[in-house]
């Protein structure tokens, strides 16, 4: 199996960009009364965008009650005036990317021991020095043939 890297590094800096760029644009946005009613649509439309570009990075919120619970209250805090001037998509985002990149460094160290251990263990072909992809087969004489060893490919 390949290692899995669903969100590097310039990826995971790159989405932090965007949730602190909403963020902000929302707190401009809440200093006025009138533009404090645009923005729970500027929070919906950014926390849809970060929820798309996880899902193309193959992050799912369903099989993790973490994430699940902070994208819930994500969402929800973003959807309220004025309290939409707190960087929550940008802390949820920032939760929900060290969740991913700790899922992905635990299942990637698992498999790099996996490995290591099928590495260590004795192989029959390995051990006689001879090539893994090509079995050498060995015939040996019978009791009536008095025929020496001989490998035979």
């Given at each position: 199996?390949?290692?899995?890297?669903r969100?590097?590094?310039?990826?995971?800096?790159?989405?932090l960009?965007v949730?602190?760029f909403i963020?902000i644009f929302?707190?401009f946005l809440?200093?006025t009364?009138?533009?404090a009613?645009?923005?729970?649509?500027m929070a919906?439309?950014g926390?849809?965008?970060?929820?798309?570009w996880?899902?193309?990075?193959?992050v799912?919120?369903?099989?993790?009650s973490?994430?699940?619970?902070?994208?819930?209250?994500m969402?929800?805090?973003?959807l309220v005036?004025?309290?939409?001037a707190?960087?929550?998509l940008?802390?949820g985002?920032?939760?929900t990317?060290?969740?991913?990149?700790a899922?992905?460094?635990k299942?990637?160290?698992?498999?790099?021991q996996?490995?290591?251990?099928?590495?260590?263990?004795?192989?029959?072909l390995?051990?006689?020095?001879?090539?893994?992809?090509?079995a050498t087969?060995?015939?040996r004489g019978?009791?009536?043939?008095?025929?020496?060893?001989?490998?035979?490919?």
């Open positions: 199996m390949k290692e899995r890297h969100i590097p590094g310039t990826t995971a800096f790159l989405m960009s949730a602190v963020d929302q707190f809440d200093l009364v009138f533009f009613l645009l923005a729970p649509v919906g439309i926390w849809f965008t970060l929820w798309f996880f899902k193309l990075r193959g799912t919120f369903s099989d993790n973490q994430r699940m619970t902070v994208n819930f209250l969402g929800v805090l973003e005036p004025f309290v939409d707190l960087p929550g940008t802390f985002t920032w939760l990317i060290r969740s991913v990149q899922e992905d460094k299942r990637n160290d698992s498999l790099k996996k490995q290591s251990t099928e590495k260590s263990a004795p192989n029959r390995s051990q006689s020095g001879e090539n893994k992809n090509q087969y060995y015939n019978t009791a009536n043939n008095n025929t020496p060893e001989r490998k035979v490919a």
